[in-house]
């Protein structure tokens, strides 16, 4: 069985609003519900999990009933960072009777714009290699500064991957990982693939991601998002 794991435990305090910015409107539909259609859309997955703002619980299940994502299946409680709302997602999964070798897709409330196309490749690169990250090559030239306005060195872009989410495992393999971070006393890493690779000796499939498939930060960010769901592809584009 294959599961997706929404992470929408964070607050939005960079976005400056009197709401979390996956629950603010796009198009008369929340941000978050833009996400889970993408899920609820695709054949191949069987149940969502959120892992939700505390007090923001109800207002999702509203949305949802309303929008019909009836493979809304759990709610968890969010965690005080992305590792700890990560956790709770994948234990709340085992603990609703998941088995240890479903897939779970690992993926950004804030990230509506996914594809089905994303969500088919890291099902099929999980199954094959046992972990699937989505990213993207990195097209700019990169500087490294230490304080942020100043650099006197540049980074190789070629090796570089620019990651995104969904991240799929298998549910043991994410929650061994996580008891092995815990024992070594790991607690903020950013996302799952930096936590893999804190951990090290595993290697992370990259799946195509998609610059349309943007994470909502910023009011930028929100701009953009409109812009995107506005646009009418070119008909003589191939």
């Known amino acids: 069985m294959n599961y997706a794991v929404i992470i929408a435990g964070g607050s939005g305090n960079r976005m400056g609003q009197d709401i979390p910015k996956q629950f603010m409107h796009v198009g008369n539909c929340p941000v978050i519900i833009h996400t889970l259609k993408a899920f609820q859309q695709h054949p191949d997955i069987h149940g969502i999990a959120v892992v939700c703002l505390t007090g923001w619980e109800t207002v999702l299940q509203s949305y949802a009933n309303q929008f019909s994502i009836d493979k809304l299946k759990w709610i968890f409680p969010g965690g005080s960072n992305g590792q700890e709302s990560i956790h709770n997602g994948i234990y709340g999964l085992r603990e609703a009777g998941c088995q240890d070798d479903d897939l779970v897709l690992i993926h950004d409330a804030v ?33 490294e500064s230490e304080d942020g306005f100043a650099s006197t ?16 495992f298998r549910l043991g393999n ?26 090290g000796g595993r290697e992370m499939h990259i799946v195509p ?20 769901m506005n646009i009418e592809q070119e008909s003589w584009l191939k």
């Open 111 to 143: 990230r509506p714009l996914l594809s089905q196309d994303i969500i088919s490749s890291n099902i099929a690169v999980c199954q094959k290699y046992g972990y699937a990250i989505t990213g993207i090559k990195c097209r700019e030239a990169i500087l």
């Open 174 to 199: 994410i929650i061994a990982a996580h008891e092995e971070a815990a024992a070594r006393g790991i607690t903020n890493s950013v996302a799952s693939c930096t936590l893999m690779a804190e951990l």
């Open 209 to 228: 991601g998609s610059e349309k498939n943007i994470k909502i930060t910023t009011i930028e960010d929100l701009e953009i998002l409109k812009a995107l």
């Open 153 to 168: 060195m540049s980074i190789p872009r070629d090796k570089l991957i620019r990651t995104q989410t969904p991240q799929t």
